[in-house]
């Protein structure tokens, strides 16, 4: 079953924060994140487990409310290379079967 | 080295034709992936392979057949398409995880048009 995105865009000045949400109405074992810029492929950002710590560099970064079923994207400081469409994909188990991507969220960073 | 690569970049085919496309990684990664993306829409999942067997078909029509036949190549080959099967064709691989999917290394894809 499909992971819920949102929002479905934003736009941002460069150096402003964002928070791209992904949410499922199903337990997840896990959620990735990916980025893709147009014309390109998807790029691996993280995973994050259940029962893991949040992830991320100093300027992107994850959690996981495993309760709620609901992951974040935090984007901090945002940079002109940010922009991409993000998606979030899910697990609902360990046995790698049911990995399934959210419909996106296009983030557009302008100088 | 830890590129995926997919050939060709562009295909065009008639409904009647039979074409192939190519993927190729030399990560030593022992799971490879078919997706179907849609302009503006998430990669679908096709086909999983690990250990070069086929382990996730998502009910993908019979004119698409994947092959895997070494550890590093993944086929896909392609018969009898319809023009709503055209789209980008990502390829992707990873390593084998005891527990779930990991970080999926992704080709730059086959823009597809039948016509």
């Known amino acids: 079953q499909q992971p819920v995105q949102s929002p479905q865009a934003v736009i941002l000045r460069e150096g402003e924060d964002a928070v791209i949400n992904c949410s499922s109405s199903?337990?997840?074992?896990?959620v990735h994140w990916y980025r893709q810029k147009h014309g390109e492929a998807p790029v691996f950002l993280m995973i994050l487990l259940k029962g893991g710590e949040q992830k991320g560099h100093e300027k992107i970064s994850a959690s996981f409310n495993e309760k709620k079923q609901q992951s974040s994207l935090y984007l901090t400081a945002s940079q002109l290379s940010y922009s991409g469409t993000y998606f979030c994909?899910?697990?609902?188990?360990?046995?790698?079967?049911?990995?399934?991507f959210g419909p996106g969220t296009r983030l557009s960073v302008l100088p | 080295d830890t590129e995926v690569t997919q050939t060709p970049k562009h295909l065009v085919m008639g409904m009647t034709n039979k074409k192939s496309l190519k993927c190729e990684q030399h990560?030593?990664?022992?799971?490879m992936y078919w997706y179907k993306q849609k302009a503006k829409k998430p990669p679908e999942l096709m086909f999983v392979?690990?250990?070069?067997?086929?382990?996730i078909n998502e009910s993908v029509p019979s004119r698409f057949s994947p092959e895997c036949p070494n550890s590093s190549l993944l086929n896909l080959h392609l018969h009898a398409l319809q023009p709503e099967d055209s789209a980008l064709y990502l390829c992707a691989s990873s390593q084998v995880r005891d527990l779930g999917t990991d970080e999926q290394f992704f080709g730059p894809g086959t823009r597809l048009t039948v016509l």
């Open positions: 199903k337990a997840l074992y896990s």
């Open positions: 392979y690990s250990y070069e067997k086929l382990s």
């Open positions: 994909g899910t697990e609902r188990d360990n046995y790698g079967q049911n990995f399934v």
């Open positions: 990560m030593g990664h022992r799971a």
